[in-house]
């Protein structure tokens, strides 16, 4: 049971500390809508989402009100797409107008699931749906998309590594009249999740049930005022305790609200994700909860271990307050979404070469990063395939969500707006790994696979 001061703090971290639920995203299956007529398919399709999340929103909104905690998001995940693609052999597009207009017809805000699993190879309807990936996004506003192309009981699939470096390439261009924004919903994994509520990368998974609700907690302008409570000579381990009290508060929170809305909309809770999703809000950020911990700026050295301690303590703090923890579960490094990342990113002591060491570490990988507009196809090929060997031998998600700013001069920033906030173009290096990425085939599985 909540006692009067748990109330009563929780409602000053939400006034004051930007606590909110980041997502309520209910994952549907697509499976039974599976048709060699694709017409028929996305009928099913639209009439399979639009029946479970017509009144997903309304529910959220409804939460909100009842208990005063805000919350930002609601969405949807689906099962791969890919998999509708195989079996009907039409024109993926039809999937991906299908999903925008159920999306904007139950007033969702995103719908992810635009998806290819190709870890180990690619199986019918993949090579079809990734190539239509570009225009899928260029044609729709809510739609989302990711391929998972490694995996550490898989390796690395180095053929789909050099088509996705050409397919985010691509869908910057195609929407480089709105800020690239095309490539800003398209994430590149290892080791993805089935059960990840949180955009771009969220897919309903093969495993999961017909129907799941699942939800993202924020929370980082919490986690900061608690650390930042604490006098400068606290010793680290406090400090990690701290955060791992302030974690169990706040997963307490999303699971609150994940039971009351799997409750209203008579189906099952999934997972609590207790991520520290940064917002471009002042106090809403990652990286001043690492400046908290002691260091003058994010991206000095000291940056990865604070990280890891932050992260190991959100994870500690968040399996003591509920028993359904999953996701990806830690700390985002989002560049683009995080004030304090947007100002060490503009000061240059932030570097694409630091936040990939800290990606080993924390609970994702590059993520709205934005690249100069004439890094070449390869280039981001050969980033993804250093991120995905990070995942691959540490046994973790990782992922690449990176923005070429074409039309744009090296020193401009992107603006995407909303939670998607706006990022300098940070330099990465020209030189050209184009021999390694032709090679094609598949990156070994490393020893520490064999767990069997």
């Known amino acids: 049971m909540y006692n009067k001061n748990e109330i009563l703090e929780t409602i000053q971290m939400i006034q004051e500390q930007n606590l909110d639920v980041r997502t309520i995203t209910m994952g549907i299956s697509l499976i039974d809508c599976i048709d060699t007529d694709i017409y028929k398919s996305c009928e099913k399709v639209y009439n399979k989402i639009y029946n479970y999340a017509k009144d997903l929103v309304k529910v959220g909104d409804t939460i909100s009100k009842k208990y005063g905690i805000p919350i930002i998001n609601k969405r949807v995940a689906v099962t791969p797409i890919s998999m509708l693609v ?3 052999k039409g024109d993926p597009i039809l ?4 999903l925008d207009k159920v999306a904007t017809d139950i007033g969702i805000d995103f719908i992810g699931g635009y998806s290819a699993l190709v870890q ?5 309807g993949d090579i079809e749906l990734i190539n239509s990936i570009p225009e899928a996004l260029a044609s729709t506003s809510r739609l989302c998309s990711s391929v998972n192309i490694g995996s550490t009981r898989a390796g690395i699939n180095l053929d789909a590594v050099k088509m996705m470096g050409q397919k985010v390439y691509e869908a910057a261009y195609l929407t480089k009249e709105n800020n690239c924004m095309g490539a800003s919903k398209l994430v590149v994994f290892c ?5 990840n ?3 771009a990368g969220a897919f309903h998974g093969v495993g999961e049930a017909d129907c799941v609700l699942n939800v993202g907690v924020s929370g980082p302008g919490v986690v900061r005022a608690s650390v930042a409570s604490l006098p400068k000579d606290t010793s680290i381990a406090e400090v990690a305790e701290v955060i791992k009290k302030t974690a169990f508060k706040v997963t307490r929170m999303g699971q609150l609200v994940g039971v009351e809305a799997s409750k209203m909309l008579n189906v099952p809770f999934g997972i609590v994700d207790l991520s520290l999703a940064p917002t471009p809000a002042v106090g809403d950020s990652v990286a001043h909860i690492l400046e908290e911990m002691g260091l003058e700026q994010c991206g000095s050295c000291g940056t990865t271990a604070c990280l890891a301690i932050l992260n190991d303590a959100v994870k500690k703090g968040g399996v003591m307050a509920s028993s359904r923890v999953g996701g990806l579960s830690g700390a985002f490094i989002p560049v683009s979404e995080d004030a304090g990342m947007i100002a060490a990113a503009t000061n240059k002591v932030l570097t694409i070469e630091k936040l990939e060491a800290m990606t080993a570490v924390c609970s994702v990988g590059l993520d709205m990063i934005v690249i100069p507009g004439d890094t070449t196809p390869e280039v981001i090929s050969a980033l993804i395939a250093d991120e995905a060997a990070i995942g691959m031998i540490n046994s973790k998600t990782t992922a ?3 923005i070429p ?6 020193d401009e920033f992107l603006n995407f707006g909303g939670l998607f906030g706006h990022a300098p173009i940070m330099p990465i290096s020209k030189l050209k790994p184009n021999t390694f990425i032709n090679r094609g085939g598949q990156i070994p599985a490393p020893l520490n696979s064999l767990k069997n």
């Open 86 to 88: 195989g079996a009907s």
């Open 405 to 410: 700013a074409i039309g744009k001069n090296d």
């Open 95 to 98: 999937y991906a107008k299908t």
């Open 400 to 402: 690449v969500r990176v």
């Open 120 to 124: 180990k190879g690619f199986a019918p």
């Open 197 to 199: 509520p949180f955009m």
């Open 191 to 195: 080791n993805a999740v089935e059960d």
